[in-house]
C-alpha cells in the first residue's frame, strides 16, 4: 500500500511538471478583493506546510485542474495559507492578520487542508483533510466544489 501511496503522489507531481519536493512556490494568500463578495464565488483555501510533500501534489497538481475546468471559470479563487506561516495577509473582511491566526480561526491543525468558504469566509462544503494516497483526490476535491458551488 505504500507502493501506492508514493506511486500517486509521483504522478500529482509528474502531471504538475515534474516538479520537486519545492514546487511552484505558494499560492495568493489575499482573501478579500474588491467586488469579490459575489454569492457565486467559492474560495478553495489550501492551509499548508513547508516541505510538505503532499501539499505541493495539491497546489501543483490538482488545485490547477480547477481553475481549467470550464464549469468553474470566474466562480473560484483558489487561495493558499501556511499555517505556521507569521507573514501578513489580508482576511475576508479586509483585515491584515497573520496566517497562523487564520489557521487558528478556522481551527485547522493538519497539513493539507482544503477549506471551501464563501465571500465572507463561511464554510460551504466539508473540509477535505489530507493529501492523496489511492489516486482519488481529485475526485473528492470536485465533490467539494460542487457542493460548494451548489449551496
Do not use: W
Not at 501543483?60 to 481549467?68: G, H, R, T, V
Not at 462544503?125 to 489530507?130: K, R, W
Amino acid at each position: 500500500m505504500k507502493l501506492l501511496a508514493r506511486l500517486a503522489l509521483l504522478a500529482g507531481l509528474l502531471l504538475a511538471g515534474g516538479v520537486g519536493v519545492h514546487g511552484r512556490g505558494p499560492l495568493e494568500s489575499s482573501l478579500h478583493e474588491a467586488g469579490g463578495n459575489r454569492a457565486d464565488l467559492l474560495y478553495v483555501v489550501l492551509f499548508s506546510l513547508p516541505d510538505c510533500p503532499y501539499c505541493v501534489a495539491v497546489r501543483d497538481a490538482y488545485l490547477p485542474a480547477l481553475i481549467d475546468d470550464p464549469r468553474f471559470r470566474g466562480r473560484l479563487r483558489i487561495r493558499e495559507v501556511s499555517i505556521s506561516s507569521p507573514r501578513l495577509l489580508t482576511d475576508f473582511n479586509g483585515d491584515r492578520t497573520p496566517h497562523t491566526d487564520l489557521a487558528r480561526r478556522y481551527k485547522v491543525k493538519f497539513a493539507p487542508t482544503v477549506l471551501f468558504l464563501d465571500a465572507h469566509g463561511q464554510p460551504r462544503a466539508d473540509a477535505l483533510l489530507g493529501g492523496d494516497s489511492v489516486g482519488l483526490y481529485g475526485g473528492y476535491l470536485e465533490n467539494r466544489v460542487m457542493q460548494g458551488l451548489a449551496r
